[in-house]
């Protein structure tokens, strides 16, 4: 009978656990003292990942042997086998032990879009990764948060995905560069962006009132709607776009 304490080990090489063994002979008594317990682990098929066991073989002391397992520095889960004797024999017991992602240490950015951001006042993806100082993604639920130099970002994001992945959005109605920062515990990561000037292509004036008295002295307030119809959706222009009335 084999067990493992703690079951769930950080994945960063160093930290460990105590695997013990109980070994019975065939009438149920604790194992001869001298008897032998050989370890081993399984290969890295179906995404299993692999630890360090020192000694790989100890022999029974009361029934019982302890070895160490050290974790490795990839995150997920290991199964450990022992075997009396010989690995490879018909007596044999596994136990499984989860290795977990460490605290954020590295921020990504994927600025593969960044150069085209149109200040229009919609909102685009600003896609991060978050990995442990080992390059294990954090786990699902870890904050990020966000601020931008330019324009609105919406803040804290969450990590969601199995590999590290958060979105935020940002929206500017005005143009020109801006630095995104994102936070997530002790990592820090900054990026690159432009908004650029949406011109438009459509336009619609409201006079009010619509009828005014001719003495040259009544007024009325005439506004135009500029808007950019390039996607098939109504968009309003960038901050700054001059309109000329005539």
Excluded at 209 to 222: E, F, K, L, N, R
Aim: charged share 10%.
């Amino acid at each position: 009978i084999m067990t493992v304490s703690p079951i769930q080990l950080p994945a960063d090489g160093v930290s460990s656990a105590t695997v013990t063994v109980h070994a019975y002979d065939s009438l149920g008594f604790p194992a001869s003292d001298g008897s032998r317990i050989a370890f081993s682990q399984h290969d890295t098929t179906g995404g299993f990942v692999k630890g360090i066991i020192a000694p790989h073989i100890a022999y029974t002391t009361d029934g019982m042997v302890t070895v160490t397992l050290t974790a490795p520095v990839k995150k997920g889960w290991g199964r450990i086998y022992a075997y009396a004797d010989t690995v490879g024999s018909a007596v044999v017991d596994s136990f499984d032990v989860q290795y977990l992602a460490g605290d954020p240490a590295i921020i990504q950015f994927d600025t593969t879009y960044f150069d085209s951001f149109a200040a229009n006042g919609m909102y685009f993806d600003v896609p991060v990764v978050v990995l442990d100082a080992y390059g294990n993604p954090v786990d699902v639920g870890t904050e990020v948060t966000f601020s931008a130099t330019l324009g609105d970002i919406q803040s804290p994001a969450v990590v969601s995905n199995d590999t590290g992945g958060a979105v935020t959005y940002i929206t500017s109605h005005e143009t020109g560069p801006a630095v995104i920062t994102a936070h997530s515990g002790s990592a820090v990561a900054t990026a690159h962006c432009n908004f650029s000037e949406v011109e438009g292509d459509w336009i619609m004036v409201i006079a009010s009132p619509y009828i005014i008295t001719a003495d040259g002295v009544s007024q009325s307030t005439i506004t135009a709607t500029l808007m950019d119809t390039t996607g098939g959706i109504f968009i309003p222009v960038s901050d700054g776009v001059p309109v000329q009335f005539m």
